[in-house]
Every structure is written in structure tokens, then in C-alpha cells.
């Protein structure tokens, strides 16, 4: 006989936490001991080519949040982080934290909040590596074609924010047996 009480084991959301942590840890040590690329190389032409005019590698020191927003606040920014993790804790009944999708997406979102706090408290800035050029432009956004450069936390944060969102639309009284199964 099948239990239908909610699962109380978060296993999924540390592992995919953890992985999401220790790929960004690995990433960042990677880029920060790699002696040709400078701390913000967005200024000098050393960089890795990974895909000609399109994708580099770099080393950008962002002292700010999301296109270098609130830049010297590096502090409040680790503590912003500290209180979102409290307030996941606080309301993981609330948010569904017992359903597994749920699980996988705040285990990315922690995993991103966790990596990019760390590297504010270690080096100051959160370390930036990933650099894309599009054939286009966004006013505002992208008016020289160039994306901001990102990293594996940040890539956590925002596919754990979408797929949140995306899961919040489906109602969780019919999946709810569903997802606790085994």
C-alpha cells in the first residue's frame, strides 16, 4: 500500500544543490588560477575563443548582481543571499519543497545563491566567465551585441527561477500524489 503523506526528504534538492555548487566552484577555481585571463579581461583582449566572434572565455570581476546592478554593495548582496536561503527554509512547506520538481528547482536556485555568496565573501566580486557576442542588438539590454558575461551559479539561478514559475502554473492538488510516489 502506497503512502499518500507528502515526502518529508529534500535528497534530490541537495543533490541537485550540490552538483549545481561544486560544477560553479570548480568553473570559478578554474577560471581565477588561469594566468592568461586577466581579472576583467572585458577591457583587454585576452580572452579563450571557444566559438570564433560569438563565445569566449573571460575572467570579470562583477561586484553588483544581474549587468553589474547595485555594484559596490557586494555585502548587503551576500546578505540579501543569507536571507533568501532562511526564507526558502522558512517556507518550504508553502513553496512545495516536498514535491520533487520543486525540489529540483530550488536545489538549482540554492545551488546559484550558495555559489555566487561564496565568491562574494572570498574574493570580494562574484567571478564572471561566460561571454557571448550576438549578431544583433537589444537597446538597453545588449546595444553592442555583447550579453554580460555569467556563470554556473547564475545559470542555476535563473533555470531554477523559470522552471519554479513554470511548475507554480500547474496546480499541485493532482500532481501532489504523483510526485511523491516513488
Given at each position: 500500500m502506497?503512502s499518500?503523506?507528502?515526502?518529508t526528504?529534500y535528497?534530490r534538492?541537495f543533490i541537485t544543490a550540490?552538483?549545481?555548487?561544486?560544477?560553479?566552484?570548480?568553473?570559478?577555481?578554474?577560471?581565477?588560477?588561469?594566468?592568461e585571463l586577466?581579472?576583467?579581461?572585458?577591457?583587454?583582449?585576452?580572452?579563450i575563443?571557444?566559438?570564433k566572434d560569438f563565445?569566449?572565455?573571460v575572467?570579470?570581476?562583477?561586484?553588483g548582481?544581474a549587468w553589474?546592478?547595485f555594484?559596490?554593495?557586494g555585502g548587503?548582496?551576500?546578505a540579501?543571499?543569507?536571507?533568501?536561503?532562511f526564507?526558502i527554509y522558512?517556507?518550504?512547506?508553502?513553496?512545495?519543497?516536498?514535491?520533487?520538481?520543486?525540489?529540483?528547482?530550488?536545489g538549482?536556485?540554492?545551488?546559484g545563491?550558495?555559489?555566487n555568496?561564496i565568491d562574494r565573501l572570498i574574493h570580494?566580486?562574484v567571478?564572471?566567465f561566460?561571454?557571448?557576442?550576438?549578431p544583433f542588438?537589444?537597446?538597453y539590454?545588449m546595444?553592442?551585441?555583447?550579453?554580460p558575461a555569467?556563470?554556473?551559479?547564475?545559470?542555476?539561478i535563473v533555470v531554477g527561477?523559470?522552471?519554479y514559475i513554470?511548475?507554480s502554473?500547474?496546480?499541485?492538488?493532482?500532481?501532489?500524489n504523483?510526485?511523491?510516489a516513488?
Amino acid at each position: 500500500m502506497e503512502s499518500t503523506k507528502p515526502s518529508t526528504s529534500y535528497k534530490r534538492l541537495f543533490i541537485t544543490a550540490a552538483v549545481v555548487f561544486i560544477l560553479d566552484q570548480i568553473t570559478k577555481t578554474w577560471i581565477f588560477n588561469h594566468p592568461e585571463l586577466p581579472l576583467d579581461s572585458y577591457f583587454y583582449p585576452d580572452s579563450i575563443e571557444v566559438i570564433k566572434d560569438f563565445f569566449y572565455i573571460v575572467h570579470i570581476g562583477n561586484e553588483g548582481a544581474a549587468w553589474g546592478m547595485f555594484s559596490g554593495y557586494g555585502g548587503v548582496l551576500a546578505a540579501i543571499a543569507v536571507l533568501a536561503l532562511f526564507a526558502i527554509y522558512k517556507l518550504r512547506h508553502s513553496l512545495e519543497l516536498h514535491r520533487k520538481p520543486m525540489q529540483f528547482a530550488f536545489g538549482m536556485l540554492i545551488g546559484g545563491v550558495l555559489g555566487n555568496m561564496i565568491d562574494r565573501l572570498i574574493h570580494g566580486h562574484v567571478i564572471d566567465f561566460l561571454d557571448f557576442h550576438f549578431p544583433f542588438s537589444i537597446p538597453y539590454i545588449m546595444p553592442d551585441g555583447r550579453y554580460p558575461a555569467f556563470n554556473i551559479a547564475d545559470c542555476g539561478i535563473v533555470v531554477g527561477v523559470f522552471f519554479y514559475i513554470t511548475l507554480s502554473f500547474f496546480s499541485s492538488g493532482a500532481t501532489h500524489n504523483e510526485d511523491t510516489a516513488s
